[in-house]
């Protein structure tokens, strides 16, 4: 059975602290995922990654970055955090290049911000 | 002072009545759609999945139907139970990213 794991399932952090949020997957996935859920807005791409050491910007890439230095971890960082960013945080993995596969989430981090 | 916040599609039904739930797209450009089913505090599961060369898929209780004429896919359910609900997503895929729709709450009646 396919697993995504997110290290935290809740997490209070203050402003201006660095954020560290964890993701393993055990699938051999080559994509690798992160998005925030937000009422009303749906799942938004922040960062994603289709290999080691790859990134690439989603739609809201700002006031994060991302870390993939193994193929089944890819982290997410938040460099400065913000009272904004306390969100629902997903991370997902999905084969590369193969079109008729789902993604494949965890099931998040409740990330709070003070 | 008042605050106005989003709010998602509500749908509620009877237990054993069949559900549908709608989702419209934009872009032609994906040939790909996904449907999944995000229970309270949990990540989204996967529930079915469609290629845009087909017009409909079955899956145990549930059915995809896409119609690309007018850009429309629907997730019916058939027999709803109480675990059926939760919020309900399309998503279409462009690339390798995934588009996603804002969800529509289902919500079962005993």
């Known amino acids: 059975d396919v697993k995504v794991t997110q290290s935290s399932r809740y997490l209070v952090k203050r402003t201006g602290e660095k954020v560290f949020l964890e993701c393993v997957q055990d699938m051999d996935h080559e994509n690798m995922f992160w998005y925030r859920q937000d009422p009303g807005l749906g799942l938004r791409l922040i960062y994603f990654s289709y290999d080691v050491k790859m990134k690439e910007k989603g739609d809201i890439p700002e006031g994060y970055s991302v870390s993939r230095e193994k193929k089944e971890r890819f982290s997410l960082i938040l460099e400065s955090a913000s009272t904004n960013q306390t969100s629902m945080y997903l991370c997902?993995?999905?084969?590369?290049?193969?079109?008729?596969?789902?993604?494949?989430f965890g099931d998040g981090t409740r990330l709070s911000i003070l | 002072g008042e605050s106005v916040g989003l709010h998602l599609p509500t749908l509620s039904v009877q237990e054993g009545d069949n559900s549908i739930i709608n989702c419209a797209y934009s872009?032609?450009?994906?040939?790909?759609f996904i449907w999944y089913k995000q229970e309270s505090g949990k990540g989204p599961q996967f529930i079915i999945d469609i290629r845009s060369n087909m017009d409909k898929r079955q899956g145990q209780r549930v059915t995809v139907l896409l119609n690309k004429t007018v850009k429309h896919l629907s997730l019916q359910i058939a027999a709803t139970q109480p675990g059926d609900s939760a919020v309900y997503f399309c998503?279409?895929?462009?690339?390798?990213?995934?588009?996603f729709g804002a969800g529509t709450i289902l919500r079962v009646k005993s």
């Open positions: 998503a279409g895929l462009y690339g390798n990213k995934l588009v």
């Open positions: 872009n032609s450009a994906s040939d790909y």
């Open positions: 997902a993995s999905g084969p590369y290049r193969v079109s008729n596969q789902p993604q494949h």
